[in-house]
Nanobody, 125 residues
């Protein structure tokens, strides 16, 4: 089992930056992929960014490419999402996800077998 705990969300004005963290605990050894998702009420959960372990290869949704950076510190079992140039469209609950199964299509919600509880990000204009 893997437990994920997000932190770092908050309220910020457009153009600002936030860094989200996701602390992983438990049996983290088999994790092959970790990602950030976000969800607005009434909308589907969407994949924001993914990082593959141990190669640290990354992929981003077009909506955040060039503004967000996903990274991980494997010594601390922590995943990060640096979010710059935030705009009101980035307002959502942000979730950390992890998967122990290789070969899954990263933006799909069902490609992950572990999820955190989420952290709210609110961007005002």
């Amino acid at each position: 089992q893997v437990q994920l705990a997000e932190s770092g969300g908050g309220s910020i004005q457009a153009g600002g930056s936030l860094r989200l963290s996701c602390a992983a605990s438990g049996n983290t050894g088999p994790i092959v992929r970790m990602a950030w998702f976000r969800q607005d009420p009434g909308k589907e959960r969407e994949g924001v960014a993914v990082i593959y372990t141990p190669a640290a290869l990354t992929t981003y949704a077009d909506s955040v490419k060039g503004r967000f950076t996903i990274s991980q510190d494997r010594t601390k079992n922590t995943l990060y999402l640096q979010m710059d140039s935030l705009n009101p469209e980035d307002t959502a609950m942000y979730y950390c996800a992890a998967d122990t199964r290789a070969g899954r299509y990263w933006p799909r919600v069902d490609s992950y077998n572990y999820w955190g509880q989420g952290t709210q990000v609110t961007v005002s204009s």
